[in-house]
């Protein structure tokens, strides 16, 4: 029900911000043909994540320990403040919708609508800035575990997602509950904000969307009990430079050739003329 849901949200999405005349079968496959090796690349890149906790070990764990002692050490319980302030249930409903629902359909959502446009400009951007996001995470997860902070006991937080009997559960399935530092939730929609609000006024219905969005996943990563203080200026600092990186056009240019020339070997395509 939850991919269901998450489907039918992406393709009302296109319906209403692209508009149903303007959306053209033909285009779409055309492009997702000719960014065919950047869309394996984002998609297999959270999968690396999901297998990322199988490599855990004894010594890892151990880390684990000593590296949420420093946050903690940093934060405190100063997000502990936030639940006692806010504690209803409403909120806490509508946080784990934002954190699980809207930060799926943005992450799904965003290279659909620019392969719909067929930007392909954008495209290359969003994928490299995505692709270094991982490239960053990745040994942040292996090398420097951290404890969500719902299960640090000094935190005072309540595990206010992972309690939940249905969405909890769901994400405490395929959730280490070390992948903390910095938040991927906050960099990747970040990342998706900075580099929509740079390509332009056509995906200006879109990213007033994804600005709030961001908003509501910052909030509710605190006040779920997810994330640290310092997991989410993290996830800030990862999107900023991701974006920087990715509007160099030197670095665009020499890893768009390689991509370029593969998938002209894949699809057996002739070399462009000199």
Do not use: C
Not at 17 to 26: A, D, E, Q
Not at 78 to 93: G, H, K, N, P
Not at 135 to 142: A, D, K, M, Q, S
Not at 146 to 163: E, H, K, N, R
């Amino acid at each position: 029900m939850y991919a269901l849901s998450v489907v039918a949200g992406i393709a009302a999405a296109l319906l209403v911000i692209v508009g149903r005349k303007n959306i053209s079968l033909h285009k779409l496959l055309g492009s997702a043909k000719y960014n065919l090796l950047y869309i394996i690349m984002i998609a297999a890149a959270p999968l690396l994540v999901l297998l990322e906790h199988a490599f855990v070990s004894v010594e890892t764990n151990s880390k684990e320990i000593v590296y949420t002692n420093w946050l903690f050490s940093i934060g405190g319980n100063a997000i502990s403040i936030l639940q006692d302030r806010l504690d209803y249930q409403v909120l806490t409903d509508l946080s784990i919708v934002v954190y699980v629902w809207i930060f799926a359909f943005v992450l799904y959502f965003t290279p659909i609508l620019i392969l719909a446009l067929d930007d392909r400009a954008t495209f290359r951007r969003y994928s490299l800035a995505v692709l270094f996001n991982y490239v960053i995470l990745l040994p942040f997860y292996l090398f420097f575990p951290v404890t969500v902070t719902g299960f640090y006991a000094d935190s005072g937080m309540t595990p206010l997602l992972y309690i939940d009997s249905n969405w909890g559960r769901m994400v405490t399935s395929i959730d280490p509950l070390n992948n903390d530092f910095p938040s991927a939730h906050v960099s990747l929609v970040v990342t998706a904000l900075l580099v929509l609000v740079y390509a332009g006024v056509d995906y200006r219905r879109y990213y007033y969307f994804v600005a709030f969005a961001a908003v509501g996943i910052t909030f509710s990563v605190l006040y779920l009990g997810v994330h640290w203080l310092a997991d989410v200026f993290g996830g800030f600092a990862l999107a900023v430079v991701a974006y920087v990186i990715s509007g160099n056009e030197r670095i665009q240019m020499a890893f768009d050739r390689h991509v370029r020339a593969l998938t002209r070997k894949i699809f057996k395509e002739k070399d462009p003329a000199p």
